[in-house]
């Protein structure tokens, strides 16, 4: 080997041993940042929805109060910009100068926690992303080295995080190859391994237990049918969910006081939670009673409204919650409108057809379908759910159901809330 190529393969070592480096760090502080914010969340959110329950007031006060907050603390403190979500990731990967300003990371951990605890109608999980993305940003910008490594160091942060989250590295790497990166280098498999080795270790360490605790026993090949219709459904679902994000997206931003933002919106969400406490935050308390309680639940006409109006209402109030001013995406709505889903179309099909089928499958398998369709990213979808349930008993009708809704919404509307931008025609 002659002298340049050995001074080559010094740098060349040199640099991955650095990677290595960065890539224990950007795991572990994304890591305990994603399942700090997590914690924090599920504490206030269950004190202050237990107060609403109790005294109906403050449905009224609680979303105009947060989403006040968020407005100051935005004027104040984080350099009066808007937090654009997850296009704000795109926007970094796509570009050598645009890098996530650190700010990124209070700014999405304090805005995230502050709209779901209020009542938002959304979730932490972009909140996440992007604070984590943010950690993998700065990083990279430390030292030269790292400079053409910067997707990689982001979807590091990004993957430790929804494993955190979660419990599910895989879903952590799959959802940054989907969403963000969209591409594979041997330094993307060594810094995302790492970082979600690290993540994983965190949350084993601390004993996180999966988010539903559930007992999944079996599913039925007569149950396929039922599977596909559930599919397609929650592809329509998911692109209902899309559309009402970016339309109330476009009527807003045609209002200039961003103040009349929140009180519009704030009245909306004081309405539909009076009406629908289920929609209250995350919902996932909700989501957690209806596993309890799905396979002893008599379909009745009461309930069967009910469900209809939560599946018609939760996208509406979620693009409320955003579009005056909440942080958070399209995660937690998600799972939410996929569980109600499937757990309304399964007490019909038990109910007018003796289908005999179980409920508890449905709602899990819904939740997976209806998120593949809203991100266009069915592996993730489940991974992240066999994940939430620690449970992999229904991983092939997932996998079935997850394309089959993915490919309907994007036969309906090729676009999702990350990937549409004003100036596509449809």
């Not at 001074?7 to 700090?36: D, E």
């Not at 559309?243 to 009245?267: D, E």
């Not at 939430?388 to 999702?416: E, G, M």
Request: net charge positive; with cysteine; aromatic share 14%.
């Amino acid at each position: 080997m002659n002298k340049t190529a050995q001074i080559k393969k010094n740098h060349q070592f040199i640099v991955y041993r650095k990677l290595v480096i960065v890539s224990i760090l950007i795991g572990f502080l994304s890591a305990f940042l994603g399942i700090s914010l997590k914690k924090i969340t599920e504490y206030y959110e269950e004190i202050f929805f237990h107060e609403v329950t109790v005294n109906p007031i403050f449905y009224v006060f609680f979303p105009v109060f947060g989403l006040s907050v968020i407005y100051f603390l935005r004027q104040y403190l984080f350099k009066k910009k808007e937090n654009k979500g997850i296009k704000e990731v795109f926007e970094s990967t796509k570009s050598s100068s645009k890098n996530l300003p650190s700010y990124k990371i209070p700014s999405h951990f304090i805005n995230g926690l502050l709209t779901v605890i209020f009542g938002g109608s959304t979730g932490i999980e972009i909140s996440t992303v992007v604070a984590t993305a943010t950690i993998g940003s700065v990083a990279q910008q430390k030292e030269n080295v790292f400079r053409k490594y910067k997707t990689e160091l982001i979807c590091a942060g990004v993957a430790a995080g929804i494993t955190a989250l979660f419990g599910s590295p895989i879903a952590g790497i799959l959802f940054a190859i989907e969403v963000i990166s969209r591409k594979v280098t041997k330094a993307y498999f060594l810094t995302n391994i790492i970082a979600v080795s690290i993540a994983f270790g965190l949350v084993t360490i601390l004993k996180e237990e999966p988010l539903f605790t559930v007992v999944i026993t079996t599913w039925h090949l007569r149950a396929i049918p039922y599977f596909i219709l559930l599919g397609i459904l929650a592809g329509m679902n998911s692109v209902y969910l899309t559309r009402c994000v970016l339309f109330f997206k476009a009527q807003f931003a045609k209002i200039n006081t961003h103040y009349h933002k929140i009180i519009i919106g704030s009245i909306v969400l004081s309405v539909s939670l009076f009406i629908f406490p289920q929609l209250y935050g995350e919902g996932y308390h909700s989501i957690k009673m209806l596993f309890a309680g799905s396979n002893q639940l008599p379909l009745t006409i009461t309930l069967a409204l009910t469900f209809i109006g939560i599946l018609i209402l939760k996208p509406i109030v979620t693009s409320i919650t955003l579009v005056s001013g909440g942080d958070g995406g399209v995660f937690a709505p998600s799972l939410f409108i996929g569980a109600f889903l499937g757990l309304l179309l399964s007490s019909v099909l038990n109910t007018f057809f003796n289908t005999q089928v179980i409920p508890l499958n449905f709602m899990i398998i819904g939740m997976a379908a209806v998120l593949s369709a809203s991100i266009h990213a069915p592996f993730t979808a489940i991974f992240l759910v066999c994940g939430l349930t620690n449970d992999y008993t229904l991983f092939f009708p997932i996998l079935a159901v997850c394309l089959i809704s993915k490919y309907t919404a994007k036969t309906i509307y090729p676009y999702t809330v990350y990937s549409y931008t004003p100036s596509l025609t449809e």
